[in-house]
């Protein structure tokens, strides 16, 4: 059964620093790894989707990596903003099984 | 514009009573699944389907049916809800397993 950690659980940082959340999974065989963003009590938006085949993805201030072999993905955020407060999650999509892992969550806050 | 869209947002219930949890895309996906998400346990998948008429068991199905008898539509049905019940249930689309995933904005279960 496919397991998604996230480290940390939650981060507090002043704005303009750099954010880096970890996320690590216990089997390689996915199609791709997703990061979203939930913020309180809403649904779920994606930010970044990597495709198994791929090391990295970027959109604006968001870069995401993925080492498939080692199990990690690292989401990095230049610059951090206080609106870029939220709950940030990872979920991988298993190729065995089609199921959608999520790991438990990273909560940002950025400080003003 | 794409959209998830599931129905009622909000419900509260006695144990016991059959509801249905309604809900529908409009982007002509193929994967479609739904999820609870609870305090301290994150996202879990309840049940997931591939296409019309082909559904499979997520991670937490026991008290839950669903079906999928046309594509844009995948109610969750609960027989008898439970208080254990009680829980945040996303429901979500992607066109397959290689793309982005859209999820719904949540609905609160509360069972009493």
């Known amino acids: 059964k496919q397991e998604v950690t996230q480290i940390p659980a939650a981060l507090s940082v002043p704005e303009g620093e750099n954010l880096v959340l970890n996320c690590s999974f216990t089997?390689?065989?996915?199609?791709?790894l997703q990061w979203f963003r939930q913020d309180p009590g809403k649904g779920l938006t994606s930010l970044l989707l990597?495709?198994?085949?791929?090391r990295e993805q970027t959109s604006g201030r968001l870069n995401a990596s993925l080492d498939k072999s080692s199990g990690r993905s690292t989401l990095y955020i230049a610059a951090s903003q206080p609106g870029d407060s939220a709950t940030y999650l990872c979920a991988v999509f298993s190729s065995n099984d089609y199921k959608l892992s999520f790991g438990a969550g990273t909560t940002v806050t950025v400080r003003a | 514009e794409a959209q998830v869209t599931q129905n009622p947002r909000y419900l509260i219930t006695v144990t016991g009573k059959k509801l249905t949890v309604t809900c529908s895309q409009n982007?002509?996906?193929?994967?479609m699944s739904w999820y609870r998400q609870d305090p301290g346990l994150g996202l879990r998948q309840i049940y997931y389907?591939?296409?019309?008429?082909?559904?499979d068991k997520g991670d937490v199905p026991e008290g839950y049916k669903v079906s999928r008898k046309e594509k844009r539509n995948f109610p969750l049905i609960l027989e008898s809800p439970s208080p254990n019940q009680t829980s945040l249930y996303f429901c979500?689309?992607?066109?397959?397993?290689?793309?982005?995933?859209?999820f719904g904005e949540g609905s609160w279960l509360t069972v009493v």
């Open positions: 979500a689309s992607s066109a397959d397993s290689g793309n982005t995933i859209y």
């Open positions: 089997d390689s065989a996915i199609y791709n």
């Open positions: 990597i495709q198994s085949s791929q």
């Open positions: 389907s591939m296409n019309v008429e082909v559904t």
């Open positions: 982007m002509n996906h193929e994967y």
